[in-house]
């Protein structure tokens, strides 16, 4: 088995959209920082994709990341689906429409997330990051103000020595866990997820166009929005336990709660599922300590917000930027950057919290359910 060693100021675990943005944002700040990504799955942009992927509505105040990024022109040349606006029926069997016209920040964006993600490593390694894919850490040490990750891809080690460590590997959060940080689960929020083709000319009878619909039902809450590859994606958000229990995940039982509903059920109509009924995560999480000696997470690392909120991607973007700063910081001599940030995300989490009651509160109408009954205690700070 072959080996070789590397060297850099800053190393990354996890290409994701917080990875990019931080090494992005790092670069932006110091060009002179050597920066490498290290992920475990290869290149997206080499390999044939045969499965499919939720995709995300962000809102539109994300242009203003964009812009601060320096990424922006290269996002608008993607030509990503507008979206004017989100509806619901939230809290009653009506369904109200937020228009997007009345934001500031004009219209957000319908994104094929395999493409968004292709766009955030092409603008990484734009900027001189180096970004090895199909490595896996297998271990990590801290000796004298320096990191030593050991790493293997197809039978070839390698010893990166490193200044700065990031931990951007989403949920599993699995550099800070090895640190001794602690993730801390408010829910056990999941998301079953079905994909409907579209053909072309068919008709909205509901009005919404691409835009994302939620429907609340006595168990948990409707996702729906089109996606840019002619897909409709539909998605219902419940707690892992409850999911189990009425068998969601069996596409008889999916299709037989989603004919149940009002306006979920309407985008359906004539279209055919294109996969059987998966499940992802989708539980708000934190880490009780998200920077350690030399090294910080970001990202979904750090926190993860439910999906009503619709910011992952916003908060990653904006979080990024903090943690550059943070990371300069250090890597000068002053750790105060560090306690910043800590302070940053914890607050950002706690107005999550608070904002993320309010809203469940609205819904009254299943209010002796389980689900809704864990939802309206839902606590609004951190312990």
Known sequence: MSSKKLTYDVCIIGAGVAGCATAIALKNK??????????????????????????????????????????????????????????????????????????????????????????????????????????????????????????????????????FIIDATGKKAAFSSLQKSIKIKEDQMVGIYCFYDIPDHTKDSLGLGTGTCVETDVNGWWYSSILPNKKLVISYMTDADIAKNIQIRKTYNFTKFLSDTTYTSSRTINLKSSIEPKIIAAHTQYLNTVIGNGWLAVGDAASSYDPISSLGIFKSLIMSQFAAYATFDFLKGDDTGLKKYQHIIMQDYKGYLKKRQEYYAQEKRYINSLFWERRHQLSTITN
């Open 30 to 163: 110091a060009p002179h920082l050597s920066v490498a990504i290290i992920e475990r799955t290869c290149d997206i942009r080499y390999k044939n994709i045969s499965s499919q992927r939720i995709g995300e509505t962000i809102p539109p105040q994300t242009s203003q990341q964009l812009q601060q990024l320096g990424i922006w022109d290269s996002f608008m040349k993607c030509n990503f689906k507008q979206s004017f606006g989100t509806s619901a029926s939230w809290g009653s069997c009506q369904l109200y429409h937020n228009e997007y016209m009345y934001s500031p920040y004009g219209y957000g964006w319908h994104l094929d997330r395999l493409a968004f993600d292709e766009f955030m490593i092409n603008e990484t390694q734009k900027r001189g990051v180096s970004i090895h894919f199909e490595n896996s850490i297998t271990s990590s040490e801290n000796e004298d103000k320096f990191w030593y990750l050991k790493t293997i891809s197809n039978q070839e080690q390698t010893l990166i020595k490193s200044r």
